[in-house]
C-alpha cells in the first residue's frame, strides 16, 4: 500500500520561498507518476506539478509555471515542491498524490497547509 507524508508546509511572507517533501513508501515508484495538487478554502482541488518517477517530464499549472519546480530523490523515495516568489493566492493546502502511468492519481497525503501572508 502506497503511502505518502507531505512536510515542509508553513506561513511566509509574499515575495518567499518554501520547500515542501513528499516521503513515498509502500512499493517501487519506477513506473509511476507524482504529482502536487492544492485545494484553497471554498475552491476545488488545483493541479500544480507533476513529474515521472523515472525521467525528467514534468508539467506545471498555468498559476504556478515559472515560479514552482518539482523534483524527486529517487534515493531517498522523495519527492520535491519548490515554491519561489510566493503570493497570497498560493495560500492553501498542498497535496501529494502518485499513481501508475496512464491510470491517474490513486493514492495521496494527507496535505500540507501554505499560508502566504501580504
Known amino acids: 500500500q502506497v503511502h505518502l507524508a507531505e512536510s515542509g508546509g508553513g506561513l511566509v511572507q509574499a515575495g518567499g520561498s518554501l520547500r515542501l517533501s513528499c516521503a513515498a513508501s509502500?512499493?517501487?515508484?519506477?513506473?509511476?507518476?507524482m504529482g502536487w495538487f492544492r485545494q484553497a478554502p471554498g475552491k476545488e482541488r488545483e493541479f500544480v506539478a507533476t513529474i515521472r518517477w523515472s525521467g525528467d517530464s514534468t508539467a506545471y499549472g498555468a498559476s504556478v509555471k515559472g515560479r514552482f519546480t518539482i523534483s524527486r530523490d529517487t534515493a531517498k523515495n522523495t519527492v520535491y515542491l519548490q515554491m519561489n516568489s510566493l503570493k497570497p493566492e498560493d495560500t492553501a493546502v498542498y497535496f501529494c498524490a502518485a499513481g501508475p502511468l496512464g491510470a491517474g492519481y490513486n493514492s495521496w497525503g494527507q496535505g500540507t497547509q501554505v499560508t502566504v501572508s501580504s
Open positions: 509502500g512499493r517501487t515508484f519506477s513506473r509511476y507518476v
